[in-house]
């Protein structure tokens, strides 16, 4: 019985899931660019701008359901780039002694985010999304 009636929901829980996870991605960016939200702006085109710029533009497509795979796979790997460059201190490694645990390094949202953006990467958008309004179109 739970199983059918979970089966009835997925497409709704893949939805939300997706649609939560591409517009908090995006809060950080609004941390980044602008300084909301209690982060601070960062200089225009070092690192971290880069980084606000995917995570904006990124958070969005992944909330509409446009280009969904290849966005998760690019945030995907700014997750990883950034857990191992802004958490373990790749950076550091002959200068102090790296912290791969991820609650004690402060990586471990990085870490979720990488996990959920695997997730997007092969599953796609799915259902209610523009990606699927774009291939039903003949263009």
């Not at 991605?25 to 995917?54: C, D, P, R, T, Y």
């Not at 979720?112 to 599953?123: G, H, M």
Request: aromatic content about 18%.
């Amino acid at each position: 019985m739970f199983n059918r009636s979970s089966r009835n929901c997925e497409n709704y829980l893949y939805f939300v899931f997706r649609v939560v996870i591409g517009l908090m991605f995006m809060q950080h960016s609004i941390q980044k660019l602008f300084g909301m939200l209690g982060g601070n702006s960062v200089e225009l085109f070092s690192l971290f701008w880069f980084a606000g710029i995917i995570e904006f533009f990124g958070g969005l497509s992944i909330a509409l359901g446009l280009f969904t795979k290849i966005v998760a796979s690019i945030a995907a790997l700014e997750m990883l780039v950034a857990y191992f460059y802004a958490h373990v201190g790749i950076l550091d490694i002959f200068t102090k002694k790296l912290q791969y645990i991820p609650i004690l390094n402060g990586g471990e949202l990085a870490l979720l985010y990488f996990a959920a953006f695997l997730v997007l990467a092969i599953y796609g958008a799915k259902k209610w999304s523009l990606d699927i309004i774009l291939s039903k179109r003949n263009f």
